[in-house]
């Protein structure tokens, strides 16, 4: 009995320092950016440079497979979402092995674009989720935490 409680142990802990390792394999990087496009219209654009071999997901899946790319705006007075997020970039559309189901994935770099609405907001600030994955495994979810300051 002692000898399986041993091994349980000795198993979880490998478990949880395989995953640690995991987590800390930097993959994706990101930058945050705004464009004045009228009197009160910005684009906000988060963009993620993704290693060679890797991939985010889209914000449009379907189904229980990875986790799709996400954003989570405060709420800050006077800003008024105009449409959905928008994103573009290297795009693969297709049956994924790891999921067994049909994801849409991007790699290299890709642009995710939200235009606001504002008359008095100085800053957009929330945080994004995303997921990452190669041809044969995927690390943990990640949040991002952004604060991007609107152009005058």
Do not use: H
């Amino acid at each position: 009995m002692k000898m399986i409680q041993k091994v349980s142990v000795f198993l979880v802990l490998c478990l949880v320092i395989g995953f640690q390792g995991l987590a800390q394999k930097k993959v994706v990087d990101w930058s945050f950016a705004a464009k004045k496009v009228s009197a009160e219209e910005y684009d906000v654009t988060f963009t993620a440079t993704v290693k060679s071999g890797w991939y985010i997901y889209s914000q449009f899946l379907v189904g229980d497979g990875p986790i799709p790319t996400s954003f989570e705006f405060e709420k800050t007075s006077g800003v008024q979402f105009i449409g959905k997020t928008k994103e573009e970039g290297k795009k693969k559309e297709g049956f994924d092995e790891v999921f067994g189901m049909n994801v849409i994935k991007f790699s290299g770099t890709v642009t995710f674009t939200q235009r606001i609405k504002t008359k008095s907001a100085k800053t957009i600030t929330g945080y994004l989720t995303y997921m990452t994955c190669d041809d044969e495994q995927c690390l943990p979810p990640m949040d991002v935490d952004f604060s991007i300051n609107l152009p005058k």
